[in-house]
């Protein structure tokens, strides 16, 4: 009986750590920045949006560059000099005295956060054994969507009960728990000589094109849940339904959890579209129910159907833009797929912030509820019509007639 590769390491356990405190305070920070611009500097609402949205600008921005040297810097030298940046920038966020300022301290933070998760991204790719390629992405993104969870839920209770200096302290004590973690850890590096074919000027040379289908399917997931991360709030305040929604995102994590050991498996045995299309229908049926909800528990309902789905799919989705890959391009090709998923994530509260003024928040909603049905025909034409036919192929080479 072949005994599987071992996933629970030292390092897998070190790299997800890290990845999930570098996340946890960007979400910490992507729910507190906006209001707390606006009480401190007195900006509008265009202004606080645009010091929330910046950081996401920096790191889509760095994205595609670290993807391309991180094997030529060298992968542990990108990760603990983009954490100490990130350490940095965070502590910095107590000398701003002006508006400025803070908006040229937060496109620091995000380019150093571009270049810390590229690299967490490509350690964890590397460190993941093939056989167990999406149980063990699953596991690793289970670090992003707990942040994803947490991050917000933490961010509120500070600003409902403690200063904003509180805020900033959190941030600063996460990005340390990433960098003192990170320095315990083993980092494979990548073959020195097939870096030297990556030189140039070419589009291939900053995007992963093995990968861009499932990315650009990610960025528009990314968009229609950046109406959860953005908006959820006001919904819910509208509603009567704050108490529930600060519970939301915790629903969101237990649910994900509980699913988890059996996604990843399921993703390596039967492939990805039988865990892909459920998870989308999950992710579309949940949209539908939080467009509805004027009850707490319809709210928490809904957290759970979206944190099953939204969850499965995005990291089924990473680790199908890591396996479509070369060995020697997955820094690429996670760059390439993050580069897609910060840049709907970062664009769709600007642009759903135009249309609020006329549809109301359940309008927006209801809208989101529509286009995440229309994800599972994107997914269809990116990656799931390919993934179907290759399927066929190998069951007609087991099985000839």
């Not at 990760?79 to 300022?101: E, H, N, R």
């Not at 315990?184 to 020195?192: A, L, Q, R, T, Y």
């Not at 539908?288 to 759970?304: F, K, N, P």
């Not at 286009?371 to 069951?395: D, E, N, P, T, W």
Request: proline fraction near 3%.
């Amino acid at each position: 009986m072949n005994q599987k590769p071992k996933l629970w390491t030292k390092d897998f356990l070190i790299v997800s750590s890290a990845n999930f405190f570098l996340f946890l305070t960007f979400y910490v920070l992507m729910v507190t920045l906006t209001i707390y611009t606006m009480d401190n500097f007195h900006a509008s609402q265009a202004q606080a949006g645009l010091a929330s949205s910046i950081f996401v600008l920096g790191a889509v921005l760095v994205r595609p560059i670290a993807g391309k040297k991180i094997d030529q810097i060298g992968r542990r030298k990108m990760l603990l000099g983009s954490l100490i940046l990130f350490l940095l920038s965070s502590i910095f966020y107590f000398l701003v005295d002006s508006l400025s300022l803070l908006l040229i301290d937060r496109l620091v933070h995000g380019i150093s956060f571009g270049l810390a998760t590229t690299a967490t991204g490509t350690i964890a790719a590397d460190i993941i054994p093939n056989e167990r390629r999406g149980e063990g992405t699953g596991y690793f993104a289970m670090s992003t969507n707990l942040a994803m969870a947490f991050g917000p839920f933490v961010g509120l209770l500070i600003t409902q009960h403690f200063s904003y200096s509180i805020i900033f302290y959190a941030a600063s004590l996460f990005a340390a728990f990433s960098l003192i973690a990170s320095t315990f850890m083993h980092v494979p590096e990548g073959e020195k000589e097939r870096v030297a074919q990556q030189k140039g000027f070419k589009i291939g040379d900053y995007f992963e094109k093995r990968a861009l289908p499932i990315s650009i399917f990610i960025g528009f997931a990314g968009f229609t849940y950046s109406s959860i991360l953005s908006y959820l709030t006001s919904f819910a305040k509208e509603l009567n339904l704050m108490d529930a929604a600060s519970f939301f995102f915790v629903v969101f994590a237990i649910f994900l959890l509980v699913s988890r050991p059996f996604t990843g498996r399921m993703f390596d045995v039967k492939g990805e579209n039988a865990v892909i299309y459920p998870s989308l229908l999950l992710f579309a049926v949940g949209m539908v129910i939080l467009s509805q909800s004027h009850h707490g528990i319809t709210l928490l309902i809904a957290g759970a159907l979206i944190g099953v789905g939204y969850g499965t799919f995005q990291s089924s989705c990473q680790a199908i833009s890591i396996k479509e890959a070369p060995a020697n391009r997955m820094g690429l090709a996670t760059s390439t797929y993050f580069t897609m998923y910060d840049f709907g994530i970062g664009v769709g509260p600007f642009l759903l912030g135009f249309l609020i003024p006329f549809t109301g928040f359940q309008g927006l909603f209801i809208g989101m509820s529509i286009l995440s049905f229309v994800l599972i025909a994107i997914y269809y034409l990116a990656h799931g019509k390919k993934a179907s036919a290759r399927k066929k192929m190998q069951i007609e080479e087991r099985f000839p007639a």
